[in-house]
């Protein structure tokens, strides 16, 4: 059965269950990730609070996906284009933190960050020649700290 078919059934029967009835496309790119998008009016709750409830309806379709298929494709699910709107806050925040840290010549400590999170930080953060990016501390409370490159 392929992939894509089997992660719509799946995403379609859980969404139903949910009390959802979003469009749902799935694309896959060069290597292996299969990107859903759903999309409709009244999903937020499907986002949960700071996309918590999202996470989890990724991590339970990639679930049924292993058990399953016994592979090891990884789905990336997006509600109504939330993931990207939310990546370009956390740029945002990335941004003035680095401003910081060049204005006051010191470390600055970012705000708690999932997973994901603090993952789009380090890669945002590489593409800058003065300042690095180290994630401290344990989770639930595991944060960035940015500091001038010495």
Not at 9 to 20: I, M, P
Not at 85 to 91: C, F, L, R, V
Not at 98 to 120: F, G, T
């Amino acid at each position: 059965m392929e992939i894509e078919s089997v992660i719509k059934n799946h995403l379609e029967a859980l969404l139903k269950f949910l009390g959802a009835d979003p469009r749902v496309s799935v694309t896959k790119d060069e290597q292996d990730i299969y990107y859903v998008d759903l999309e409709g009016e009244h999903l937020n709750y499907l986002i949960g609070f700071r996309g918590e409830s999202l996470e989890a309806l990724q991590s339970l379709l990639n679930l049924m996906l292993y058990k399953e298929l016994r592979s090891t494709a990884r789905a990336v699910v997006d509600i109504n284009s939330y993931r990207k709107g939310h990546k370009e806050k956390i740029e945002d925040i990335a941004r003035s933190y680095i401003d910081r840290v060049r204005l006051s010549k010191q470390h600055a400590e970012m705000p708690v960050m999932s997973a994901s999170e603090r993952r789009y930080v380090h890669v945002f953060v590489a593409d800058y020649d003065d300042v690095v990016a180290e994630s401290v501390g344990e989770e639930p409370a595991r944060r960035i700290v940015l500091k001038l490159k010495v």
